[in-house]
């Protein structure tokens, strides 16, 4: 017998004894057996309970976490996205976008994967502080991206927080999926995106607000395009791939 088979053997000894039966020979118990205390009967019915989780889970105690994936949000999921009108820090950002993934399916999110991503794109700059701590800022891409600094005050008397505005958020919720991939700052890549960001932030200056909404649903169409043809990609070099691993493996022999 397994041990899978064995908890649900168990489980099946507790739910009758919870419900005042004798697991043996499935006759009542008395009202007087200790089995129908009440106290007694909760604590059961709790145990079964727990023992449901695990068999649900495959025999394993608590949650596996080899089966959870990398943080990913689906473009619907993306799109519920709430924006704050007032600068907001990006632990906040990183909280209201774990609140719209399925966490036992995927990891959370952490906000230093979002300000490195920053840092890596020339948004955000790392600096030493007096105190030996490292600590972010705005560079003159990230200000112009809508990313700003604040003080504030806390126990420990004023603070410097780094905030972001809505288009910043947008910048970064409209980045989540793509930024699974790394570049470094300085590469090709990197100087691309910042002339893309500059002269798209100089055309939407210009946009008059109906000009605006067609211009975001132009972006959200050519994304699903950019989306098809990475499929198509795929298919194709996995055909590919299927075919030369085919040929490699099935070669005829000489003799």
Known sequence: MTELAKMQRAKMY????A???NPIDDTPTADSDIINNVRLSRCLFYVSDVLRQVIDNHGVVGKSKSSKKAFSLSAESISKFSFSTTPIPVSEITKRLNALA???AYYKLKYTAITSWLIEIGALESKGATDGRSITRPTKQGKELGISTEKRTGMNGEYVVVVYNKEAQQFIVDNIVPHE???KRGSAYSEVLSYV???QDSLILTLTVQQKEIFEKLKDCEAELHGMNEREAFISGFKL???IMTEVLYEPSEN
């Open 102 to 104: 399925d966490l036992d």
């Open 197 to 199: 960001i500059r002269h």
């Open 19 to 21: 419900n005042g039966i």
């Open 181 to 183: 991939h790394s570049f």
């Open 14 to 17: 507790i739910d009758k004894l």
């Open 241 to 243: 791939a299927a075919r």
